[in-house]
């Protein structure tokens, strides 16, 4: 069985084949494909709508995790995820 992990915009629990998974290298976030990156990170639905208001969080600056996450990577990390899942 997939490990659980929550999204970390809507915070609904899903296996982790349903999410991306964001780290973050000392500040800077990298969007780990392969889920093989040894280092701390967070979970995002894949879903438009996720992507969408986790944009929005950091624009408000409401986007709150553990991690601290530089913003100008972040909205690069999006734009990738975004890409990837198209239209
Ligand atoms: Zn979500």
């Known amino acids: 069985m997939d490990p659980i992990r929550s999204c970390i915009v809507c915070r609904n629990k899903k296996s982790k084949n349903e999410l991306f998974r964001i780290v973050s290298d000392n500040g800077k976030a990298i969007y780990d494909k392969d889920m093989k990156i040894n280092k701390r990170g967070i979970y995002i639905c894949k879903s438009h709508e996720c992507i969408n208001k986790c944009r929005?969080?950091?624009?408000?600056?409401?986007?709150?995790?553990?991690?601290?996450?530089?913003?100008?990577?972040?909205?690069?990390?999006?734009?990738?995820?975004?890409?990837?899942?198209?239209?």
Not at 71 to 84: G, I, R
């Open 56 to 87: 929005k969080f950091i624009t408000k600056d409401k986007f709150n995790t553990k991690l601290s996450f530089d913003n100008q990577s972040m909205y690069n990390v999006l734009l990738d995820l975004e890409n990837e899942l198209g239209e």
